[in-house]
C-alpha cells in the first residue's frame, strides 16, 4: 500500500513538473518567404538549395540557426521558398539573416553574397525576399 502511494506521488508530481514546462514556452510558428534568385540556369534535376534564417544577435558568438530548408530539385528559378520559425526565439532588438548555398551534383556552386538582413520584430514578417546569388571560386 505505501509503494503504491509513493508511485501515485511520483506520477502526480511528474504531471505537474510536465505541465509547468509546458506553458512555460508554446511554439508559436511564423514564416518568412521570398524566393532565391540565380544568375545563370541550373540544372534542375542535380541541384539543391539550402536556405538557412540565421540569428546573428550576439557579437563573436557564432550565428544560431533559427529554420532551415533544403530545396531539392527546384523546378524553376527564380526558387520559392518559405521557412517556419518559432516566433518566441525572436527578440524586437535582434539581428536576423537569410544565407542561401545551391549546389549541383553534390558540390557547391553558388552561395549568396552577403547575408539578407531580415525584419522579424515587425507585426507581420517580411512577406518577400529575394536573394541574388554569386558564384564560387
Excluded: N
Amino acid at each position: 500500500m505505501m509503494h503504491d502511494l509513493a508511485r501515485r506521488l511520483l506520477i502526480a508530481g511528474a504531471t505537474v513538473w510536465l505541465a509547468a514546462c509546458a506553458s512555460t514556452g508554446h511554439y508559436q510558428p511564423a514564416t518568412v518567404s521570398g524566393q532565391v534568385i540565380s544568375p545563370v540556369a541550373l540544372p534542375a534535376a542535380t541541384t539543391a538549395v539550402q536556405i538557412r534564417l540565421l540569428d546573428v544577435s550576439r557579437d563573436g558568438a557564432p550565428a544560431r540557426l533559427l529554420a532551415e530548408q533544403t530545396l531539392e530539385r527546384p523546378a524553376r528559378f527564380p526558387a520559392p521558398f518559405s521557412l517556419i520559425y518559432d516566433r518566441q526565439a525572436v527578440k524586437s532588438d535582434g539581428h536576423y539573416q537569410l544565407e542561401v548555398e545551391i549546389f549541383v551534383d553534390g558540390q557547391l556552386r553558388l552561395q549568396s553574397p552577403h547575408a539578407a538582413p531580415v525584419d522579424l520584430s515587425a507585426a507581420h514578417p517580411v512577406a518577400a525576399i529575394e536573394v541574388k546569388m554569386l558564384g564560387v571560386k
